[in-house]
């Protein structure tokens, strides 16, 4: 059983995270979709409301798709849960900097593992968690329509546009 997992911040889940994370599921056996438990980032949602998001967002994927969440590093999360490969979603050349430095200290401490990269779709190439939380800070709920899920939308909606003193459960 071929088990992969795909990490990252996922502040907040996108469509082109999803369209990457249909099409691994589709790859492999078992696929598990890892969030980030990253501070340094300031992350608007925590790990758990993130992979609360992600998963109502996967509900629709294959069963062999999971959600969790860690802390430390990607490579020690992959050999405690038995995967193989580390998919990662690429849209420019940018990222592609960034994915092969990821890719090459990930060969250093575990050789054993393979980073797949996936080739963004190109209606999701402008795509990021950043530019959606940006659009959502400034108001912009309407456009978030295709951008993200619309849990995830509402979600966003909350946390930017509580009235004044509201400090309920953000998701």
């Known amino acids: 059983m071929r ?16 369209d990457i994370a249909r099409r691994a599921a589709a790859l492999f056996d078992r696929l598990i979709i890892v969030v980030a438990d990253n501070a340094q980032k300031k992350p608007v949602f925590t790990a758990a ?25 990607t490579v020690d999360y992959a050999r405690q849960a038995g995967a193989t490969v580390i998919v990662r979603g690429l849209r420019a050349v940018t990222d592609f900097e960034w994915e092969f430095q990821l890719g090459l200290i990930n060969e250093k401490l575990a050789p054993d593992l393979e980073t797949v990269c996936l080739l963004s779709a190109q209606k999701h190439l402008f795509l ?44």
């Open 3 to 18: 088990t992969a997992i795909y990490p990252g911040t996922f502040d907040p889940i996108t469509y082109g995270h999803l």
């Open 49 to 73: 409301e993130r992979q609360a998001l992600i998963a109502e967002a996967v509900r629709a994927l294959p069963g062999h798709v999971e959600v969790d969440q860690f802390h430390g590093l």
């Open 128 to 171: 990021s968690a950043s530019v959606v939380r940006d659009v959502a800070q400034y108001g912009r709920l309407a456009q978030l329509v295709d951008l993200v899920p619309p849990h995830v939308a509402l979600a966003l909606e909350r946390v930017y546009h509580r009235p004044a003193g509201d400090d309920s459960e953000q998701v």
